[in-house]
């Protein structure tokens, strides 16, 4: 599976951006899809993810009622609706894959390869 993310860019505080993930190769719709991000000097940290047809959905409690997470199987992408963004949201943004219906925050074997979103005025 190959995984590609897109989207990022500056926004001020209080805006939205919209970051897509297209996948190929070995795609299924029973994967788990789910977004991740990185601030400078931190660890990775878990956002989000959207389970089979999006039915299920989990998300990082800094992110609940701001982020949404939903997928388009017929186009193989997942995408991360983001508002109320604030300056802290500013990380690189990955979107990753795992085998199975279980929507969880671990255990994804496939990575796309992250956009950069800013959040400064």
């Known amino acids: 599976v190959q995984l590609q993310a897109s989207g990022g860019g500056w926004v001020q505080p209080g805006g939205s951006l919209r970051l897509s993930c297209a996948a190929s190769?070995?795609?299924?719709?029973?994967?788990?899809m789910g977004w991740f991000r990185q601030a400078p000097g931190k660890e990775r940290e878990f956002i989000g993810a959207?389970?089979?047809?999006?039915?299920?959905?989990l998300y990082l409690n800094s992110v609940k009622g701001r982020f949404i997470i939903s997928r388009d199987d017929a186009k193989n992408t997942v995408y991360l609706q983001m508002n109320s963004l604030k300056p802290e949201d500013t990380a690189v943004y990955y979107c990753?894959?795992?085998?199975?219906?279980?929507?969880?925050?671990?255990?994804?074997?496939?990575w796309g390869q992250g956009t950069l979103v800013t959040v400064s005025s």
């Open positions: 959207v389970g089979w047809s999006g039915g299920s959905t």
């Open positions: 990753a894959a795992r085998e199975g219906i279980t929507v969880t925050k671990n255990e994804y074997a496939y």
């Open positions: 190769g070995r795609t299924s719709s029973s994967y788990t």
